[in-house]
């Protein structure tokens, strides 16, 4: 069993940056693929980005792409989310969630098995 409890999330201007980050409870956490989430009014829950298990392999959607980094810190039993030159509708809550390792890193919300009750990040014009 994983608890995952997001912070980070706030109101902030176009083109610039929030750090989001995801603490986990357990002493499984270096075992499990991290990813983050995020989800718009009206829209369905979309991926942002996954990390190994082991911090070798990332993957972002490419919405995002060049912007976000993820990174973890299994020292810490954290996940964070660095967002740069936000734009409005990176507007979301965003979710960070817990998966099994796999072959691949995962990007539908299925894949994972633990997740957090979100944060919330404005970007405004």
């Known amino acids: 069993q994983v608890q995952l409890v997001e912070s980070g999330g706030g109101l902030v201007q176009a083109g610039g940056s929030l750090i989001l980050s995801c603490a986990a409870s357990g002493r499984t956490f270096s075992t499990y693929t991290m990813g983050w989430f995020r989800q718009a009014p009206g829209k369905e829950r979309q991926f942002v980005a996954a990390i190994s298990w082991s911090s070798d392999n990332t993957y972002y959607a490419d919405s995002v792409k060049g912007r976000f980094t993820i990174s973890r810190d299994n020292a810490k039993n954290t996940v964070y989310l660095q967002m740069n030159s936000l734009k409005p509708e990176d507007t979301a809550v965003y979710y960070c969630?817990?998966?099994?390792?796999?072959?691949?890193?995962?990007?539908?919300?299925?894949?994972?098995?633990?997740w957090g009750q979100g944060t919330q990040v404005t970007v405004s014009s």
């Open positions: 969630a817990a998966g099994p390792v796999r072959r691949y890193l995962p990007r539908y919300s299925y894949e994972y098995d633990y």
